[in-house]
């Protein structure tokens, strides 16, 4: 019976190392948790702080999945080439994440530099409109109701 309770041990099976995987998952969230509310408090015109503390939650956010992945889905222990089948396609999936919003936002930037047809509303200057146009026309419809 000891060989068995031994072999579980070794296999990653020990109450230990999930007591103490739960104690860095929870230690991360409450990082996480204090650096989002310590977000709330920093001023939107320290656009680099804001930023730096976005990257640090995606990188925990990023530690918390690694100890997810590998030991409560057991595939810390399981055979390289299984690991790699996970890890590759990951990664390809992010590139072409990352890529993609590149390529539409060099799109963007261009269709508005040279095609001033597609010029995004919000550069565009918009012309105020005369009150008393919009008090006839709305007169209009409500003696044309009156009428029917």
Known sequence: MSHT??????????T???IKITVYLTVLTIIELLIGFWMIDIPLTSVGLRMALKGAIVILMMAKAFYIVAYFMH????MKNLIMTIVVPLALFIWFIIAFLYDGNSFKNLRNTYDPYFKEQ?????EKKEHGAAGKHEEGKVEEKAAH
């Open 5 to 14: 309770a031994e072999h579980n041990e070794h296999a990653g099976g020990g």
């Open 16 to 18: 230990k190392e999930v």
């Open 75 to 78: 595939l810390k222990h399981e």
């Open 122 to 126: 919000s550069t565009k200057k918009v």
